[in-house]
C-alpha cells in the first residue's frame, strides 16, 4: 500500500535558521504530494502541494519540490520565524487508494527567538 | 467564508451513549471524509463519501457510522462509544476525488469516552 515517511521531530531551530524536513514516500502509479501544517489546537491547514514529477510547490516561504527519481518531497524555508513553529505533516493522494489522503507521522518544529 | 464546520469542539460521554460529531462544508464539495488523530498512530482514515449516497470505509471504520444524505453534511455517528475512540477527530472536504486536489480540514473535535 501507500505509505509516506517523514523524519522524526521535533525540530528545534533559532529564528532565522533554514529549515528542511525530509519527507519520502511509497506508492504505486502517480501520487499528488502535500503539506499540511498544523498549529497548536486548530486543524490541518494545506501549505502547498505539486501533482506531478519536477513541480515545485511553494507558499509563505516554504518550498518542496516533488522527486519521483527519489520519492521525495522535502519541505525547505530559508529563514524561520517563530510563528512557523507548528507540527508539519506530508501526505500523498493517489488513484489506485481510493483517492485517500495518506498521511506522515507529522513533524514539531520549534523555533525559538 | 470557504469552510468545513464541525460540532462539537470538545466532547465529553459515557461508554455506550450514542453520539453524532457534526460536518458540514459549503463549498460544494463531492469529497468528503473523517479522521482521527491519536498520539503515536498519526492521522487514519475512518470513512469516506466520493458523492451523495455513497460512502465507504477507511482505514479504521469499526465502531463507527456516518450518513452523506446531502452533499454539504456527512455526520458521523458512534452508536455506542468506548474509551479506545478517546480522539481528536477531523472532517474533511475536496472539491472532488480526483488525487490532485487537497482537502480541507474542520478545526476539529476532541472526544473524550469516560
Known amino acids: 500500500g501507500n505509505s509516506v515517511t517523514q523524519m522524526e521531530g521535533p525540530v528545534t531551530l533559532s529564528e532565522e535558521a533554514f529549515l528542511t524536513i525530509n519527507c519520502t514516500y511509497t506508492?504505486?502509479?502517480?501520487?499528488?504530494l502535500f503539506w499540511y501544517v498544523q498549529y497548536p489546537g486548530e486543524g490541518l491547514q494545506l501549505l502547498l502541494k505539486?501533482?506531478?514529477?519536477?513541480d515545485k510547490g511553494s507558499n509563505k516561504g516554504f518550498e518542496a519540490t516533488y522527486r519521483k527519481e527519489t520519492t521525495s518531497f522535502h519541505l525547505e524555508k530559508g529563514s524561520v520565524q517563530v510563528s512557523d513553529s507548528a507540527v508539519y505533516f506530508c501526505?500523498?493522494?493517489?488513484?489506485?487508494?481510493?483517492?485517500?489522503?495518506?498521511f506522515g507521522g507529522g513533524t514539531r518544529l520549534m523555533v525559538k527567538p | 467564508e470557504a469552510q468545513v464546520t464541525q460540532n462539537p469542539r470538545y466532547l465529553i460521554t459515557v461508554t455506550g451513549k450514542k453520539l453524532t460529531v457534526t460536518c458540514s462544508q459549503n463549498?460544494?464539495?463531492?469529497?468528503m471524509s473523517w479522521y482521527r488523530q491519536d498520539p503515536g498512530l498519526g492521522l487514519r482514515q475512518i470513512y469516506y463519501s466520493m458523492n451523495v449516497e455513497v460512502t465507504d470505509k477507511g482505514d479504521v471504520p469499526e465502531g463507527y457510522k456516518v450518513s452523506r444524505k446531502e452533499k454539504r453534511n456527512f455526520p458521523l455517528i458512534l452508536e455506542s462509544p468506548s474509551p479506545n475512540q478517546t480522539s481528536l477527530y477531523f472532517c474533511?472536504?475536496?472539491?472532488?476525488?480526483?488525487?490532485?486536489?487537497?482537502?480541507?480540514f474542520g478545526s476539529g473535535t476532541r472526544l473524550t469516552v469516560v
Open positions: 463549498m460544494n464539495h463531492e469529497y
Open positions: 474533511a472536504s475536496s472539491l472532488e476525488a480526483r488525487a490532485n486536489y487537497g482537502y480541507t
Open positions: 506508492a504505486t502509479g502517480y501520487p499528488s
Open positions: 505539486a501533482t506531478k514529477a519536477d
Open positions: 501526505a500523498l493522494r493517489a488513484s489506485n487508494a481510493g483517492n485517500m489522503l495518506t
